[in-house]
């Protein structure tokens, strides 16, 4: 079983950065690939971004490519989200999520943190 945690959400102005972690209990962390995904209200959750085991490969939706960066640390067992230069339409909860390969589709995922609010001012 893995655990996730997730930190670092709250409320930005529009143009700020954040930074969010996501902590993993399992010390097979580097195991997994990991990915981010967020549920605006009244929305269905979508995909930001996902990371292989090593961190080689990293795969971005197309609204947040150039803004967000994920990145991992597995001596840490932590998963991060850099988001830089955020707008409104970023707002939802974010969650991180663990399975055995990158991908898209939520469905791949078998692990997932309970998620943190990100809000983002105009």
């Known amino acids: 079983q893995v655990q996730l945690v997730e930190s670092g959400g709250g409320l930005v102005q529009a143009g700020g950065s954040l930074r969010l972690s996501c902590a993993a209990s399992t010390r097979t962390f580097r195991s997994y690939a990991m990915g981010w995904f967020r549920q605006a209200p009244g929305k269905e959750r979508e995909f930001v971004t996902t990371?292989?085991?090593?961190?080689?490969?990293?795969y971005y939706t197309n609204s947040v490519k150039g803004r967000f960066t994920i990145s991992r640390d597995n001596a840490k067992n932590t998963l991060y989200l850099q988001m830089n230069s955020v707008k409104p339409e970023d707002t939802a909860v974010y969650y991180c999520?663990?399975?055995?390969?990158?991908?898209?589709?939520?469905?791949?995922?078998?692990?997932w943190g309970q998620g943190t609010q990100v809000t983002v001012s105009s």
């Open positions: 999520a663990a399975g055995y390969m990158t991908g898209r589709d939520p469905k791949q995922y078998s692990y």
């Open positions: 990371i292989s085991r090593t961190g080689g490969n990293t």
